[in-house]
């Protein structure tokens, strides 16, 4: 679908994703044959970096974007976004939970794409024990069943909050069962803490770090495991911490887009940096014009292909 065609659904026709919920209605079994006849993404490849388009967000009950707290409620405007992102041939793939996968697979809008699930969504934003991040998405054989690459847990460690540790485990089992499939683990560390009843994440370069040396050790193997991680500073320091192909995330953005984007262009000339999974700064992007930001973002990254020989 067209950007032009896109936009002028957003304006025009409320009635422009009917179609999904027939289809959902008469023909459940038509996620899975979509799935099955989808052209695969060609592979990846070193010094090729990726970009990834992420919308796992609403699962969690995390709709907000730069203090719009039902931003990302809307789910026809969602795919809208969405297909716009994807419609750009930069965009190698999509970070969702199953229930926006399945529509874009409906959509046909994954063909030839990067393909990661959401694992973790039962962390609630604003819930009492948030930091008992369970597992009630994606799981290992699903994402195996529908041709995907990987699958992405969110792992927020809490040092005052013994919810951590069932997290921790649950990681661990997660990254093992994707190694079993031999898909890809994409790991979102965090040190965070909670603060007059909200949990921040503690973006300091060493708070980074320290996650990022818990992260790696989860699992009975790191054979297919990732890093994805945010930007912060002293980006150099974060990625000596280790040797796994790292993705950058964008998380609810502040600032200017100009500073975004400058400190994306930065951290992505790093070593080990493998490309971007961005959603909310992107999707929802000061101006609104999507196709615009994207395409900004895309100019970022590095295309070259390198030998594990050089």
């Not at 970070?95 to 794409?113: Q, R, T, V």
């Not at 024990?129 to 529908?146: C, I, M, Q, S, V």
């Not at 009975?220 to 993705?247: G, H, I, N, Q």
């Not at 615009?292 to 295309?303: E, T």
Request: charge should be neutral; include cysteine.
């Amino acid at each position: 679908m067209s950007t032009t065609a896109v936009s002028v659904g957003v304006a025009k026709d409320p009635r422009r994703y009917a179609h999904l919920t027939t289809m959902r209605l008469e023909d459940p079994d038509a996620i899975a044959r979509a799935a099955a006849g989808r052209r695969r993404h060609p592979g990846l490849k070193a010094g090729v970096q990726s970009f990834i388009v992420a919308a796992d967000h609403p699962a969690r009950g995390a709709l907000s974007v730069r203090g719009s707290k039902t931003a990302m409620a809307d789910r026809r405007e969602l795919l809208d976004r969405l297909q716009i992102a994807l419609a750009n041939p930069a965009v190698d793939g999509i970070l969702a939970s199953p229930d926006i996968m399945d529509d874009l697979l409906l959509l046909g809008a994954l063909e030839g794409k990067l393909v990661f699930g959401s694992m973790n969504r039962g962390g609630l934003a604003g819930l009492v024990n948030e930091f008992n991040d369970r597992f009630t998405g994606h799981t290992a054989a699903a994402l195996k069943a529908l041709g995907a690459d990987g699958g992405k847990m969110l792992t927020r460690i809490c040092l005052d909050d013994p919810d951590s540790v069932v997290t921790l485990e649950a990681t661990a089992r997660a990254i093992d069962s994707l190694a079993a499939q031999k898909l890809i683990a994409m790991v979102e560390p965090f040190l965070s803490v909670r603060k007059n009843g909200k949990v921040r994440n503690d973006l300091s370069t060493d708070a980074v770090i320290k996650s990022v040396a818990i992260a790696s050790g989860l699992g009975s193997t790191s054979a297919y495991t990732w890093m994805k991680l945010p930007v912060v500073a002293d980006m150099e320091r974060v990625l000596a911490a280790t040797t796994m192909p790292t993705v950058l995330l964008g998380g609810d953005p502040s600032g200017s887009e100009d500073e975004v984007f400058a400190s994306w262009r930065a951290a992505l000339a790093l070593p080990g940096v493998q490309g971007l999974t961005v959603g909310r700064t992107l999707l929802y992007p000061q101006g609104g014009d999507v196709a615009g930001a994207v395409a900004a973002a895309a100019s970022l990254l590095n295309r070259t292909s390198v030998s594990m020989q050089e």
